[in-house]
């Protein structure tokens, strides 16, 4: 069947670690579809949606969007692109996003890239980013992060147990951390 074929790389890690910047590099250079849950979950917002509202109030106090929600974003988004290789960025982002996903679509991914960077640094990126968003000030990026290592870290730990989870440095500066996701994505392009 189609789905066979489709390829999924889920990009975890914290608040600020990257993932946005390396799944730009990954896809310039690859041939992936990025596909960020919560660049999907914004648009969404914008676009007026019956759960716009919804949506916006759980993203502020940085709490996990209902996976029936991202899904059916992701899902549509991954049939719109044409494309069977794609990048997700920020999802799942706790174990019932995950089970969901598993479910629904039927697909396990290749492997799980895991940006681990020091909490201080995310802070000061996501200080620094200044595009915007409505959870980049410190009260909800505090959320953010317990979120993170209360949700977001056990589905990891999933992963690792089974053997999937591809673990970088991501504290270091763009380029040699792009290396680094370089050299795992030429590895398995071959
Ligand atoms: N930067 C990047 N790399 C750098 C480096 N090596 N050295 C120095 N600076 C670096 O980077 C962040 C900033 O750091 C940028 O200014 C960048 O230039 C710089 P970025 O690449 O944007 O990091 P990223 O990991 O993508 O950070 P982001 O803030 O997007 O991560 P989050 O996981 O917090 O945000 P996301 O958009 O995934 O989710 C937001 C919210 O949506 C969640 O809190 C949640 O409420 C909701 N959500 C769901 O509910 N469900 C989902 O499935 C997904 C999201
Ligand atoms: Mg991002």
Request: with cysteine; hydrophobic share 35%; charged share 30%.
């Amino acid at each position: 069947s189609d789905e066979k074929k489709v390829k999924v790389v889920f990009v975890l890690g914290g608040p600020g670690s990257g993932k946005g910047t390396q799944c730009a590099n990954i896809v310039e250079h690859f041939g992936f579809t990025h596909l960020s849950a919560g660049d999907l979950l914004r648009a969404e917002i914008k676009s007026g949606s019956e759960n716009g509202t919804m949506i916006q109030n759980m993203i502020k106090e940085g709490k996990i969007v209902p996976s029936e929600v991202t899904i059916k974003l992701l899902q549509r988004a991954m049939q719109d692109s044409g494309n069977n290789k794609f990048l997700i960025d920020g999802f799942p982002r706790n174990e019932e996003n995950r089970a969901a996903f598993e479910n629904v679509t039927k697909i396990s991914p290749e492997f799980v890239l895991f940006f681990d960077c020091p909490e201080e640094e995310m802070e000061r990126r996501l200080l620094n980013r200044n595009q915007g968003r409505e959870d980049d000030n410190i009260d909800t990026i505090r959320k953010r992060f317990k979120v993170f290592v209360e949700s977001s870290i056990p589905v990891v730990e999933y992963y690792e147990s089974k053997g999937k989870v591809k673990k970088i440095d991501a504290g270091k500066p763009r380029e040699e951390v792009f290396e680094v996701v370089k050299s795992i994505f030429s590895a398995i392009d071959k």
